[in-house]
């Protein structure tokens, strides 16, 4: 059974830092990309930022320069670093793997939420 679970959010400050991270059991993430999307009060389930299994990122206009992607394949585990923080980074925070390229199915998180509040 593939699992995926965030974890990391919480309540911070304008400008403060979160570091969030999607831990997997039963599937090994080296061979997939993985990727973060965030849905706000209201919004849609947005892609925030990707990381491939050569470790190519690609994010989000919204994001660049304050959020980084990172992966640890020996631990199974992506990281989402975010700086500077502003209150529309407010949401919950899910991570994915479309394994659909490798005949599996596409997994979820159960997300996690982070809150940009003074």
């Known amino acids: 059974q593939v699992q995926l679970v965030e974890s990391g959010g919480g309540l911070v400050q304008p400008g403060g830092s979160l570091r969030l991270s999607c831990a997997a059991s039963?599937?090994?993430?080296?061979?997939?990309?993985v990727r973060w999307y965030r849905q706000g009060p209201g919004n849609q389930r947005d892609l925030v930022g990707s990381?491939?299994?050569?470790?190519?990122?690609d994010y989000a206009e919204s994001v660049k320069g304050r959020f980084t992607i990172s992966r640890d394949n020996a631990k199974n585990t992506v990281d989402l670093q975010m700086n500077n923080l502003k209150y529309e980074d407010t949401a919950v925070y899910y991570c994915?793997?479309?394994?659909?390229?490798?005949?599996?199915?596409?997994?979820w998180g159960q997300g996690t939420q982070v809150t940009v509040s003074s």
């Open positions: 994915n793997i479309d394994g659909s390229l490798w005949g599996l199915s596409n997994y």
């Open positions: 039963g599937i090994n993430i080296a061979p997939h990309t």
């Open positions: 990381i491939t299994s050569a470790r190519i990122t």
